[in-house]
T-cell receptor
Framework: AQSVTQLDSQVPVFEEAPVELRCNYS??????LFWYVQYPNQGLQLLLK??????LVKGINGFEAEFNKSQTSFHLRKPSVHISDTAEYFC?????????????FGSGTRLLVRP | GAVVSQHPSRVICKSGTSVKIECRSL??????MFWYRQFPKQSLMLMAT?????????EQGVEKDKFLINHASLTLSTLTVTSAHPEDSSFYIC?????????????FGSGTRLTVV
């Protein structure tokens, strides 16, 4: 079964500093990868996704992620964070060898941006 | 873009009663919907996958008789928490898979905060 690992439960960073949130997934032939952001008591908002093609994916709010098949990673980056980026971030994977198309989530990383 | 409307956003119910949560796809047909449960400060745990017109597929450890899922149409899926108890209090989120080369992905409802007293 597919699994997703987000090693960092919380990442504190100062405003305007760069940040990387790490995500690793269990290996599979074909995977679709997603990053979502969740603000308190709200649903999930899609930041970006990798389906195929270029391994560098650009998303909303200045975020980007790089798909690395050899390292089974999909780390999320932003060159300069804002206070408003404080939220919970989830990496998710869908294994397209699995006909159920389930979307499996990592444990989440809380990004805490300090002034 | 694709929108999934989830209602209610918050519900408080007495122990032993049942609660129904609805998810509607507003501008697309959702053949597959997913139901998740999220405990405070934790990740989303997949409870079940519902396919229109067929029985839901539940994840291991999820009680089918407690969490009834119905996906009777291409735009509506419901989750009914039967005989709710305080331990069922949680944040429930639905998701629908959207198809198409450009739009492939998963759209989420805004969630339902269930409190059982």
């Amino acid at each position: 079964a597919q699994s997703v690992t987000q090693l960092d439960s919380q990442v504190p960073v100062f405003e305007e500093a760069p940040v990387e949130l790490r995500c690793n997934y269990s290996s599979s032939v074909s995977v679709y990868l997603f990053w979502y952001v969740q603000y308190p008591n709200q649903g999930l908002q899609l930041l970006l996704k990798y389906l195929s093609g270029s391994t560098l994916v650009k998303g909303i709010n200045g975020f980007e992620a790089e798909f690395n098949k050899s390292q089974t990673s999909f780390h999320l980056r932003k060159p300069s964070v804002h206070i408003s980026d404080t939220a919970e971030y989830f990496c998710a994977v869908s294994d397209h060898g699995d006909s159920s198309y389930k979307l499996i989530f990592g444990s989440g990383t809380r990004l805490l941006v300090r002034p | 873009g694709a929108v999934v409307s989830q209602h209610p956003s918050r519900v408080i119910c007495k122990s032993g009663t049942s609660v129904k949560i609805e998810c509607r796809s507003l501008d697309f047909q959702a053949t597959t919907m997913f139901w998740y449960r999220q405990f405070p400060k934790q990740s989303l745990m997949l409870m079940a996958t519902s396919n229109e017109g067929s029985k839901a597929t539940y994840e291991q450890g999820v009680e089918k008789d407690k969490f009834l899922i119905n996906h009777a149409s291409l735009t509506l899926s419901t989750l009914t928490v039967t005989s709710a108890h305080p331990e069922d209090s949680s944040f429930y989120i639905c998701s629908a898979r959207t198809l198409g080369v450009r739009y492939y992905g998963y759209t989420f409802g805004s969630g339902t905060r269930l409190t059982v007293v």
